[in-house]
C-alpha cells in the first residue's frame, strides 16, 4: 500500500492528506477498527480523525459496521467504476462468482492494471484462510501475481521492457525480478489464455488469472488464488473454471 506521510510537502491540504491516510490504513487491513485504533495506529488527534471520518461517512466513502466501527463504504465502489471504463464490471462480478462452476470456496478477486501494480478492486473470500489477508484496495507488483501477469500479458513486450525499464517494484516476498521471466511467463500467458504465478509463490500465494475485456479492449482481470501448498506447479488447476468466469463476465458486458 500507499504510505502519506504529513511530512511530504507540508502545507498543501492537510485534511485531504489525512483523509487518504485513513483510507489506506483501512484499505490495509481486513478488519474494520474504531477511533481509539486509528488514532493509534495514524498518530492522528481524535478529534481530527473525527472531524474527518465525519465527512467520510456522510459522503458514503467510510461506513460504520455493526459495532460501530470504521470501514470502506459502498461509495467507492462508485469510484472504482471508473477504473473500469464505467462499466457494472464490478456488480456482475459481485453477481456471477458466488455461481462459477469450480471456483466454490476459492478466494476470487478482479484486479486491474495501475502503474506497474495489480491493484484489487473486489475480493470474494474462500473459505480457506490465506497466508496474506486480500481486500479492496491492496496493490502487489504485476510482475509478481497472477492477475498482473494476465494484464501485462495484453501488452506488448517492448511495451512491457519500456514499463519496467527503470525499476520494477519491490516483491513483498523478497523474489527478484527477472525481466526475461516475465516476458516468458506473460507469453505462455497469451499462448494459453490464462496467467500463473505458481512458480513464484508470491507471498505463499499462487494465483490463475485470466482477462475481462469490455468493447474497447481488457478491462480487468479475474483470478482464483490459492496457498501455494494447494496449487499445481503449473498453475493450471483452476484455470477452466477461470477462463470460464472470464469469458461470462466479457459477454455479460
Known sequence: ?????????????PAVRKAARILFELAAHHEAANFAELSRRLAMPKSSLADICGVLLETGVLARDIDGRMQLGARLNEIARGLVGGTPLLELFHAETPHAKGLAGRTVVLAVLSGLDAAYLSVRPGERPLPLTLKPGIRLPAWSTGTGRALLSTLPDPVIREMHTDAAPLSPSGQLFEMERLIEAVGLARARGFASNADLGEMALAGTAAVVYGRGGPLAAVGSIVD????????????????ALARHLSESL
Do not use: F, Q
Open 1 to 13: 500500500m500507499i504510505a502519506i506521510s504529513e511530512s511530504t510537502t507540508p502545507g498543501r491540504s
Open 228 to 243: 501455494i501448498a494447494s496449487a499445481d506447479a503449473d498453475g493450471d488447476g483452476d484455470a477452466e473454471a477461470v477462463r
